[in-house]
Nanobody
Framework: QVQLVESGGGLVQPGGSLRLSCAGS??????????MRWYRQAPGKERDVVAR???????NYAEFVKGRFTISRDNAKNTVDLQMNSLKPDDTAVYYC???????????WGQGTQVIVSS
């Protein structure tokens, strides 16, 4: 079973930065054959996709994070990171890592990491 473990969450002041990391293991295929996404879910709200990076490194971002967040992956280390800059209180949420196999569309989730943006 694929395992995804997020880290890097915490409390940060508005305007600050955090870097989230997701480490994967036990993949059925090479890590490079998974599209990776970061989602977030704020209390009482639905889980929304934040950023996506495909198997060849093409990225997409939700409008509400464009220009502030950057997703990247290291296929040699089986990791995907989310650099978050200019954080706002509205960015407060649990952030989840998601892997979806290109071939089978099976997907897997991490347990989430809490990000709190507050002064």
């Amino acid at each position: 079973q694929v395992q995804l473990v997020e880290s890097g969450g915490g409390l940060v002041q508005p305007g600050g930065s955090l870097r989230l990391s997701c480490a994967g293991s036990r993949f059925n295929f090479s890590f490079s054959r998974y599209t990776m996404r970061w989602y977030r879910q704020a209390p009482g709200k639905e889980r929304d996709v934040v950023a996506r990076i495909d198997s060849v490194g093409i990225t997409n971002y939700a409008e509400f994070v464009k220009g502030r967040f950057t997703i990247s992956r290291d296929n040699a280390k089986n990791t995907v990171d989310l650099q978050m800059n200019s954080l706002k209180p509205d960015d407060t949420a649990v952030y989840y890592c998601n892997a979806r196999a290109v071939r089978t569309l099976n997907e897997y989730w991490g347990q989430g990491t809490q990000v709190i943006v507050s002064s």
